[in-house]
């Protein structure tokens, strides 16, 4: 019996390890600097593209990810891309941000922006942006809007419309 | 009708100073009076032999903020005595950011041994002037005969992860500059913060 017990544990030990480090690999968090990020923000086809700027750490920003990941779930092949563009700081991707994810089960690409000399790069994101998040860029081709506040799930639904209706005519 | 065109000036008028953007480099700052970690009031005036002043707007929550305490006492150990102190206002409203109450900064500026000021801005009337938007955001202070006027606002420097990968000190460069008499070459940069957290009216 006691000898069953042990071979056992050798045999499943193994496997329950794997199966739970298979669970934070599976989440995919590309660790981009912003010229690697930056055709992210320029990509010309007919799809409206959301990125929102967020972190773990900001509580506004955790408050509205229900939402974006909402529009993200209704919003399901009818060219809306939701992208979530975390500025947590990179050795805390393995420890809290992707552990967030799996939390939230959160859906929609999640990409880590890791380029700490930020005056370089906030201005090519949007001129307004003082560098607060959350932000949120919403463009499809030429037609580009930015924000820096918080949403509620109501004017996010309205922005994406004042998109998508557009794509119907 | 004239009284309608009248009103709707008003209005507009009054909208632009609502939703100004608070300070430009090369305007002159308010002094307030602010209620310190120690319990006793704090304002610009009282530092007579000052030659500015580093104003942060900083809180306790911020990751970035807390990235950058050890900096900013630094900042005050090194330029205090060269008649630049630092002067720390937490702008957060309490109510939305508990870790940001004035019971929470006593304990923060004991815990890190703040050499400066850490001050509470109660009812949130000083920020909004400056027009800071984000913690950390400095606003650094030169003393001429017109008042305080801002010669530099934006980050400590282009690195907020690490502090010896920083490669451009823009506090540091912009003392330097006003110490040798010429203005910042670098007067306003842009950094990654958190929001302050402003109380619903």
Same mark, same amino acid.
């Given at each position: 019996?006691?000898? /069953?017990?042990?071979?056992?544990?050798?045999?499943?030990?193994?496997?329950?390890?794997?199966?739970?480090?298979?669970?934070?690999?599976?989440?995919?968090?590309?660790?981009?600097?912003? $010229?690697?990020?930056?055709?992210?923000?320029?990509?010309?086809?007919?799809? /409206?593209?959301?990125? $929102?700027?967020?972190?773990?750490?900001?509580?506004?920003?955790?408050?509205?990810?229900?939402?974006?990941?909402?529009?993200?779930?209704?919003?399901?092949?009818?060219?809306?891309?939701?992208?979530?563009?975390?500025? +947590?700081?990179?050795?805390?991707?393995?420890?809290?941000?992707?552990?967030?994810?799996?939390?939230?089960?959160?859906?929609?690409?999640?990409? /880590?922006?890791? +380029?700490?000399?930020?005056?370089?790069?906030?201005?090519?994101? +949007?001129?307004?942006?003082?560098?607060?998040?959350?932000?949120?860029?919403?463009?499809?081709?030429?037609?580009?809007?930015?924000?820096?506040?918080? #949403?509620?799930?109501?004017?996010?639904?309205?922005?994406?419309?004042?998109?998508?209706?557009?794509?119907?005519? | 009708?004239?009284?309608?065109?009248? #009103?709707?000036?008003?209005?507009?008028?009054?909208?632009?100073?609502?939703?100004?953007?608070?300070?430009?480099?090369?305007?002159?700052?308010?002094?307030?009076?602010?209620?310190?970690?120690?319990?006793?009031?704090?304002?610009?005036?009282?530092?007579?032999?000052?030659?500015?002043?580093?104003?942060?707007?900083?809180?306790?929550?911020?990751?970035?903020?807390?990235?950058?305490?050890?900096?900013?006492?630094?900042?005050?150990?090194?330029?205090?005595?060269?008649?630049?102190?630092?002067?720390?206002?937490?702008?957060? +409203?309490?109510?939305?950011?508990?870790?940001?109450?004035?019971?929470?900064?006593?304990?923060?500026?004991?815990?890190?041994?703040?050499?400066?000021?850490? /001050?509470?801005?109660?009812?949130?009337?000083?920020?909004?002037?400056?027009?800071?938007?984000?913690?950390?955001?400095?606003?650094?202070?030169?003393?001429?005969?017109?008042? $305080?006027?801002?010669?530099?606002?934006?980050?400590?420097?282009?690195?907020?992860?690490?502090?010896?990968?920083?490669?451009?000190?823009?506090?540091?460069?912009?003392?330097?500059?006003?110490?040798?008499?010429?203005?910042?070459?670098? $007067?306003?940069?842009?950094?990654?913060?958190?929001?302050?957290?402003?109380?619903?009216?």
């Amino acid at each position: 019996m006691g000898r /069953l017990f042990i071979v056992s544990l050798l045999v499943l030990l193994p496997i329950i390890i794997y199966s739970q480090e298979q669970e934070s690999e599976k989440v995919n968090v590309p660790v981009l600097d912003y $010229n690697a990020f930056e055709p992210y923000l320029n990509q010309k086809n007919d799809t /409206l593209y959301i990125i $929102n700027f967020w972190a773990t750490w900001c509580a506004p920003c955790i408050k509205e990810l229900p939402y974006f990941q909402r529009i993200h779930d209704e919003y399901l092949n009818r060219k809306v891309k939701v992208l979530l563009v975390s500025l +947590d700081f990179e050795r805390q991707l393995e420890n809290r941000v992707k552990p967030f994810i799996i939390k939230n089960s959160l859906t929609p690409q999640v990409i /880590l922006l890791s +380029d700490p000399d930020a005056n370089k790069w906030i201005d090519k994101v +949007d001129s307004s942006w003082s560098g607060a998040i959350p932000a949120t860029v919403f463009y499809r081709n030429d037609k580009r809007l930015f924000f820096e506040q918080e #949403f509620t799930y109501e004017e996010l639904e309205e922005i994406v419309k004042s998109f998508t209706e557009i794509n119907q005519n | 009708m004239k009284k309608v065109v009248l #009103f709707a000036m008003l209005i507009i008028g009054l909208s632009v100073v609502t939703y100004g953007q608070g300070y430009k480099v090369g305007d002159m700052a308010t002094d307030f009076k602010l209620k310190n970690v120690d319990g006793k009031s704090v304002s610009l005036s009282d530092y007579k032999d000052a030659k500015g002043y580093i104003v942060i707007f900083t809180c306790n929550h911020c990751p970035y903020s807390i990235a950058y305490e050890d900096r900013i006492n630094e900042l005050n150990r090194i330029y205090e005595p060269q008649g630049y102190p630092v002067i720390a206002i937490n702008p957060n +409203d309490p109510a939305l950011s508990p870790d940001d109450s004035f019971e929470k900064m006593i304990i923060r500026a004991k815990e890190k041994s703040f050499t400066f000021p850490y /001050l509470f801005d109660e009812g949130q009337k000083i920020f909004p002037q400056y027009g800071a938007t984000r913690t950390p955001h400095v606003y650094l202070l030169e003393k001429v005969k017109e008042g $305080n006027r801002v010669a530099y606002i934006g980050a400590i420097d282009n690195n907020y992860e690490d502090a010896s990968a920083a490669t451009e000190k823009y506090v540091v460069q912009a003392i330097a500059s006003l110490q040798k008499g010429n203005q910042p070459e670098v $007067n306003f940069t842009k950094a990654i913060g958190c929001t302050i957290k402003i109380a619903k009216k």
